[in-house]
Nanobody
Framework: QVQLVESGGGSVQAGGSLRLSCVFS????????LAWFRQTPAKGREGVAA?????????TYADSVKGRFTISHDDAKNTVYLQMDSLEPEDTAMYYC???????????????????WGQGTQVTVSS
């Protein structure tokens, strides 16, 4: 069973930066897809960025964050990061780390593939 613990959220002004961290522990068959999603009452849960941790070159981003957000991982620390730059008020949301346990292929930001979630960390961007 995989556990995910997020940290790094907070409040920042537009144009600022934050880095979210997600520490993952435990084990699961074929658990190489990790991603960040965000949720607001208006938009529901949407994918932000995903990474295939066995190959750092396999990443994907939502169009709304391309060029501003970067997903990465540190194998030694069992941690996935989301570096968020040039933040906009529209980025305000609860951010969740997720793992697609049992998916032995690249699933990108396919929401239905993600079956393990962290508790979430709030990001608030003021104008």
């Amino acid at each position: 069973q995989v556990q995910l613990v997020e940290s790094g959220g907070g409040s920042v002004q537009a144009g600022g930066s934050l880095r979210l961290s997600c520490v993952f522990s435990g084990s699961s068959f074929c658990n190489n897809n990790l991603a960040w999603f965000r949720q607001t009452p208006a938009k529901g849960r949407e994918g932000v960025a995903a990474i295939w941790i066995r190959s750092a070159s396999s990443t994907t981003y939502a169009d709304s964050v391309k060029g501003r957000f970067t997903i990465s991982h540190d194998d030694a620390k069992n941690t996935v990061y989301l570096q968020m730059d040039s933040l906009e008020p529209e980025d305000t949301a609860m951010y969740y780390c997720a793992a697609a346990g049992g998916s032995c292929h690249w699933v990108g930001l396919s929401l239905s593939a993600y079956n393990t979630w962290g508790q979430g960390t709030q990001v608030t961007v003021s104008s």
